[in-house]
């Protein structure tokens, strides 16, 4: 579906005039609209770690830097993503705090550990990575939209795009947007697209089995699914 045909749902229900394009309009509308549906999109980019937009990543050393480019197409590191270290063979430890990052540098104790940080829109990794050493970890790419040609960029910019997650998720968040734009009544659109967003979230990885017990070394690389059901409050 291209994002012309989700305005074109979207202008249905918010009762404006079905429009034959939206990108190359001039009218207010249509303009609000092609700001407005690449807002929405990079708004439900950001809500979850979408496996399509997950891509793994390595840095590898040279014996000598520290500091590491951020790949041309991040947006974000997955939320609950670690760096893992070839040379540790575990994840290294996180510091968010340059001041601990500082005393790293200064502080002559030999570290069992690696660390990185993020400033300067670099990856820095500590101690220095040996050369052809590794670490890996997950991103979040920046790549939300497919053109007609079937190339992936950032953002909506021709009628024929398509969004590289749910058109009807971002038809819904649409449809909300513009009425708390307009100062409509907006609650019940808001309410559909949350449940949608976590109808969506909660399939997106795939099943998650219950599994409960040890299965016999004779089932080696097999799990043993309980076969009940979980219920609760939603």
């Known amino acids: 579906m291209s994002i012309l045909d989700v305005v074109?749902?979207?202008?249905?229900?918010?009762?404006?005039?079905?429009p034959s394009l939206v990108y190359g309009a001039t009218g207010r509308e249509m303009v609000e609209m092609q700001e407005l549906a690449n807002v929405m999109a990079a708004e439900i980019a950001d809500a979850h770690d979408w496996q399509k937009l997950l891509?793994?990543?390595?840095?590898?050393?040279?014996?000598?830097?520290?500091?590491?480019?951020?790949?041309?197409?991040?947006?974000?590191?997955?939320?609950?993503?670690?760096?893992?270290?070839?040379?540790?063979?575990?994840?290294?430890?996180?510091?968010?705090?340059p001041d601990q990052w500082l005393e790293l540098q200064v502080t002559p104790i030999a570290t069992v550990n690696g660390y990185w940080i993020i400033y300067g829109d670099q990856f820095h990794q500590w101690p220095?990575?040996?050369?052809?050493?590794?670490?890996?970890?997950?991103?979040?790419?920046?790549?939300?939209?497919?053109?007609?040609?079937?190339?992936?960029?950032?953002?909506?910019?021709?009628?024929?795009?398509?969004?590289?997650?749910?058109?009807?998720l971002l038809k819904k968040a649409i449809i909300y947007r513009w009425k708390q734009n307009k100062g409509q009544a907006y609650e019940q659109d808001f309410d559909d697209y949350q449940d949608t967003l976590l109808r969506r979230i909660d399939t997106d990885s795939g099943s998650k089995p219950v599994v409960?017990?040890?299965?016999?070394?004779?089932?080696?690389g097999r799990r043993v699914v309980w076969p009940g059901t979980v219920t609760g409050a939603a």
Request: hydrophobic share 40%; charged share 20%.
């Open 8 to 18: 074109k749902g979207a202008a249905t229900v918010l009762g404006m005039d079905v």
């Open 55 to 97: 891509i793994q990543h390595t840095f590898t050393g040279d014996g000598v830097s520290d500091e590491f480019d951020m790949p041309s197409n991040f947006l974000r590191m997955q939320k609950t993503s670690s760096l893992w270290s070839s040379r540790w063979q575990w994840a290294t430890e996180h510091l968010t705090s």
């Open 128 to 168: 220095v990575m040996a050369d052809t050493e590794t670490v890996k970890f997950f991103y979040v790419s920046n790549q939300l939209v497919v053109a007609s040609d079937a190339s992936i960029k950032t953002m909506f910019t021709e009628d024929a795009d398509s969004f590289r997650l749910s058109e009807e």
């Open 212 to 220: 409960s017990g040890q299965p016999p070394i004779s089932w080696r």
